[in-house]
C-alpha cells in the first residue's frame, strides 16, 4: 500500500495550525452550557450554515472573551487508514479535517455572528478523493468520482449572520455567505453529533446534505418558540475539483426549511429545494430535493458522564426533466460512555446509479443514466480518548462496514465487499464534553 509524499508533508501542517489556534485560547477552554430554548440556539450558530440539533447537543470548543466579542474556535480532524475487500476496493492513509473560527457580539437589537469553516483536505486527501466502496457524485480531474468521496474545499464556509430580536422568543435572521449552507438537509454529517466519532462521508451524502458547501448563499429565517421557517438563494453547481479555490456563480437556486424543536432533547426538520445543473456531467439537468430527518439527544443525568445523540434521515433527489429518482435512508447513533469510550453506528439504505458501474472512465457521448439498483451498508465502530494533550481530546479507534449489494451491483463488486478504517481522532476543547 502506497504512502502520498504530498499527505507526509501536508499532514504536518494540520498539526501546527491546530496549535497555533489553540495557542490562542490558551487560558480559556470551556464547554458552553446548553442553550435556554430553541431561540438561544440558533443565536449560538454552532452548526453547520443555519441548521439546528436538538438544544442539549454537546458543543466541544474554545471560547475566551475579547471587550464586546466573543471568540470561539471549533474543530475536529482524523488521520485514517482504510482497508477495503472486493475487485473495486482500494487502501489509503488520509485524514479528514476541519476548523470554525467565530466571532459574536451584540449590536442593536441583535447579534452579529461571523464565522469561517476551513479545511486542509485538499492537501491531506490526495489524489482528490478518499476510497468509499459504492460512493458517486462529484469529479476529479475531468472525470466522475466512483466509490470515492471527494475532498472539501479549503473554503468551507465564510458567513455573516445577523439574529434580530423580534420578541422574547422570536429572531428574525438574515445568513449571507460567499461560500455557507442554504437551508435544505439535515446538519450536515462532518458536523453531526451522531456521526461526530466516524471519518468517513455518508452513501447518502449527495441525496441529503451536500449542498452545505454552496456559493453565494442568502437565507432568511423567522423563529418563533420551538418552531423554525427558512427560505435560501444560492448557486445550485455542486464545487468543481478545484478545491482550494473560492469559487462564484449567479444565484439560480433556492430551497426551504421548516424545523420544529418541541424539546430541549429533540428537532426535526422537512426541506424541498430546486438545483439548478448541480452535476457537471449533466449540465443541462435540474434536480429537485427534498429531505427529511429527526434528531435525538440524551444528554447526562445528573452525576453522570456521557451522550447519547442519533440521527434519522431521508434524502430523495429526482434529475429534470428525465425523471430519476434516487432515495436514501440514514440511521446512526453515537454513544458516549464512562466518560472517555465512544460506540457508534451508521446503517444506510440507498438507490445507486448506472455511472457507478462504469468506474473512473469519462462518460461516453450517449450515456444516458438509470437505476442500478440499492445497496445497505452497516457500520460499527469505536474509540476511545487517550493523552492529555492540552485543549485537544485524542482518541483512538476503528470502524467495520460491511455492504449488501443488489444484485447489479453484485456482479462487479461481489457478494460480500467489507470496509474497515483505522483512525486516530484530534478535537479542540474538552476531554470530557458532557
Not at 454537546?58 to 472573551?65: D, G, K, N, S, T
Not at 457580539?105 to 486527501?125: D, F, I, K, Y
Not at 439535515?186 to 441525496?207: D, F, N
Not at 439548478?276 to 434528531?295: G, K, L, W
Request: glycine share 8%; aromatic share 8%.
Amino acid at each position: 500500500m502506497g504512502r502520498s509524499s504530498t499527505f507526509r508533508t501536508a499532514f504536518p501542517a494540520v498539526l501546527l495550525l491546530a496549535a497555533t489556534l489553540c495557542a490562542q485560547f490558551a487560558r480559556a477552554q470551556m464547554q458552553m452550557s446548553a442553550p435556554e430554548n430553541f431561540t438561544h440556539a440558533i443565536e449560538a450558530h454552532t452548526t453547520s450554515g443555519t441548521s439546528a440539533e436538538p438544544d442539549s447537543t454537546p458543543v466541544p470548543m474554545l471560547m475566551i472573551m475579547r471587550d464586546a466579542w466573543m471568540l470561539m474556535l471549533h474543530g475536529n480532524g482524523f488521520v485514517a487508514d482504510t482497508q477495503q475487500t472486493s475487485p473495486r476496493g482500494t487502501d489509503k492513509l488520509f485524514s479528514t479535517n476541519w476548523v470554525m473560527p467565530m466571532a459574536q457580539r451584540s449590536v442593536g437589537h441583535g447579534e452579529l455572528t461571523l464565522r469561517t469553516m476551513l479545511s486542509l483536505e485538499p492537501a491531506t486527501v490526495t489524489g482528490r478523493q478518499y476510497p468509499l466502496l459504492f460512493q458517486q457524485g462529484e469529479t476529479a480531474y475531468g472525470k466522475p468520482i466512483t466509490d470515492g468521496q471527494h475532498p472539501h474545499d479549503f473554503v468551507m464556509e465564510l458567513a455573516a449572520l445577523y439574529d434580530l430580536h423580534l420578541g422574547d422568543q422570536t429572531l428574525l435572521s438574515l445568513y449571507a455567505a460567499p461560500v455557507g449552507d442554504p437551508a435544505i438537509g439535515p446538519t450536515a454529517y462532518p458536523h453531526r453529533e451522531s456521526a461526530i466519532e466516524s471519518p468517513v462521508g455518508t452513501l447518502g451524502h449527495h441525496q441529503e446534505d451536500s449542498t452545505h458547501i454552496s456559493d453565494d448563499v442568502v437565507t432568511l429565517g423567522l423563529t418563533h418558540g420551538w418552531l423554525r421557517l427558512e427560505a435560501s438563494g444560492f448557486h445550485g453547481r455542486e464545487p468543481n475539483e478545484h478545491r482550494w479555490q473560492v469559487q462564484q456563480g449567479a444565484i439560480d437556486s433556492w430551497s426551504a426549511r421548516l424545523t420544529l424543536q418541541p424539546g430541549k432533547n429533540w428537532s426535526g426538520q422537512y426541506s424541498y429545494g430546486r438545483l439548478h445543473s448541480p452535476e457537471a456531467f449533466f449540465p443541462a439537468e435540474n434536480q429537485e430535493r427534498m429531505t427529511a430527518s429527526v434528531m435525538y439527544n440524551r444528554p447526562p443525568r445528573q452525576k453522570e458522564s456521557g451522550n447519547w445523540a442519533s440521527t434519522l434521515a431521508w434524502g430523495r433527489t429526482r434529475d429534470l426533466p428525465d425523471n430519476l429518482i434516487e432515495n436514501s435512508y440514514l440511521l446512526e447513533s453515537t454513544l458516549r460512555f464512562r466518560t472517555r469510550n465512544y460506540a457508534f453506528t451508521r446503517i444506510e439504505d440507498v438507490d445507486r446509479t448506472s455511472e457507478l458501474l462504469l468506474g473512473e472512465q469519462t462518460l461516453p457521448p450517449d450515456f444516458h443514466e438509470e437505476p442500478a439498483g440499492r445497496v445497505q451498508a452497516y457500520t460499527f465502530g469505536y474509540d476511545r480518548n487517550i493523552g492529555r494533550l492540552p485543549h485537544l481530546a485524542t482518541a483512538l479507534g476503528a470502524q467495520v462496514t460491511a455492504y449488501t449489494p443488489g444484485s447489479i451491483l453484485r456482479t462487479v463488486y461481489g457478494s460480500d465487499p467489507m470496509g474497515v478504517v483505522i483512525f486516530l481522532r484530534l478535537r479542540l476543547g474538552s476531554q470530557t464534553h458532557p
